[in-house]
Nanobody, 120 residues
Framework: QVQLVESGGGLVQPGGSLRLSCAAS????????MGWYRQAPGKQRELVAT???????NVADSVKGRFAISRDNLKNTVYLQMNSLEPDDTAVYYC??????????????WGQGTLVTVSS
């Protein structure tokens, strides 16, 4: 089994910062792309940022210049640094990873989600 566990969400004032973490654990041989998605109340889940195993990133226009994605391959962990947060960033943030297990099975795994609330 492979699990993703997120942490770092919470309540922050507009203009503030948060750092989300997502650690993968289990029978992992390799992790390919990792990413962050978010879902605001009443809206569809949307892409925030992705990062390849080589460190190539893709960031949504809505957060470009404010959010940064990074990963630590030794720790099987992906991070999302969120700066200059705005009320529209309020959402449940989910991490995603493409995992190859030690049995050479390809899996897509999602974390349980972490709530980010931006409010004064």
């Amino acid at each position: 089994q492979v699990q993703l566990v997120e942490s770092g969400g919470g309540l922050v004032q507009p203009g503030g910062s948060l750092r989300l973490s997502c650690a993968a654990s289990g029978s992992i041989a390799r992790i390919n792309d990792m990413g962050w998605y978010r879902q605001a109340p009443g809206k569809q889940r949307e892409l925030v940022a992705t990062i390849t195993s080589a460190g190539i990133t893709n960031v949504a226009d809505s957060v470009k210049g404010r959010f940064a994605i990074s990963r630590d391959n030794l720790k099987n962990t992906v991070y999302l640094q969120m700066n200059s947060l705005e009320p529209d960033d309020t959402a449940v943030y989910y991490c995603n990873a493409g995992v190859v297990t030690k049995d050479l099975v390809n899996l897509q795994r999602w974390g349980q989600g972490t709530l980010v609330t931006v409010s004064s």
